[in-house]
């Protein structure tokens, strides 16, 4: 049996601290006062919680382990501590579509340069979200297996395509619609 860390205390007093030199009264069934106690036993550092915030009122992100400003964070439910959820808005969007379309940040990264980084059918940058087609044909729903993604989109002509119902003859059918009005207007 490894020998006790701090000696019985001289003076035989089994009320205070067996700690050398500290004169309180020890902690509920310990041999030391509180102090020494969770000095002895704590860890160094307490883990970072979901409320917490740094000097500068910034938010620990769970997901890229970073401190950020309150603002990169989505609200929360009322399960939330503090109202906001524990990963960034980038991190979230990251891990929705890791889950619901099976491609990662970096193969997402790697199509959007493949495009040149504009969106495959308006050839704008969106200042708004990027949205992921996929072929609703192979896994119907929102869901997508990651086979079926057929490129990266402006939210707005994601809406368009999935309100023509993927068909590529709805599509040229608006199309002639389009141009039919233009050449009205034109003469």
């Not at 019985?8 to 009320?15: C, I, K, L, V, Y």
């Not at 939330?80 to 997402?108: Q, V, W």
Request: hydrophobic letters at 25%.
């Amino acid at each position: 049996m490894p020998a006790p860390l701090y000696p019985p205390r001289e003076d035989g007093n089994t009320a205070l601290c067996r700690v050398p030199g500290c004169d309180r009264i020890k902690y509920r069934g310990t041999t030391m006062c509180g102090k020494h106690w969770s000095e002895r036993y704590s860890t160094p550092q307490r883990p970072i919680r979901a409320a917490d915030r740094d000097g500068q009122g910034r938010k620990y992100c769970f997901g890229c382990r970073v401190w950020q400003e309150v603002s990169n964070f989505h609200k929360g439910s009322a399960k939330h501590m503090d109202g906001l959820k524990a990963r960034c808005k980038k991190c979230s969007s990251r891990e929705y579509r890791a889950r619901t379309y099976g491609i990662s940040a970096e193969k997402m990264d790697a199509m959007l340069k493949e495009q040149g980084g504009i969106c495959a059918v308006c050839g704008i940058d969106p200042d708004h979200k990027w949205a992921v087609d996929h072929d609703h044909s192979c896994c119907p729903g929102t869901k997508s297996c990651g086979r079926c993604v057929r490129g990266i989109l402006c939210d707005r002509c994601n809406t368009a395509i999935g309100t023509l119902g993927d068909n590529s003859e709805a599509v040229m059918r608006a199309v002639d619609y389009l141009r039919a009005y233009e050449q009205r207007v034109v003469r």
